[in-house]
């Protein structure tokens, strides 16, 4: 008998190492850019300093993570807004997950 698990414990999320600077050059592409490169920067300074403190680097996977979900998810926001849906009654997303931590 193995003292192995039966299930294969799950692995880390770790971007590659040219993430950030392929996410920046996506970022810079959108036609948001003037809104969302400044944010993008801003966040991954802090990132880079909270990661400097706590000798870790979970702060700069989760705004990797982050800024890829709102990439992905952008064409189905314009999508959404282009089809005169009331959006009037949203969620901030910040909001969303202050309260899941």
Sequence with gaps: MSAQPDHAPLTPYAPAPGAPAELLAQ???DRRSTQWVPAFEQEWATALEKSRR???LGALYEVIQ???ARLASAPA???FLDSGHD???FMDLQEIQRRRR
Aim: aromatic share 14%; proline share 0%.
């Design 66 to 68: 982050v800024w890829q």
């Design 87 to 89: 959006d009037s009654d």
């Design 77 to 79: 926001v314009d999508a």
């Design 27 to 29: 970022l810079r592409a």
């Design 54 to 56: 706590r000798f870790s």
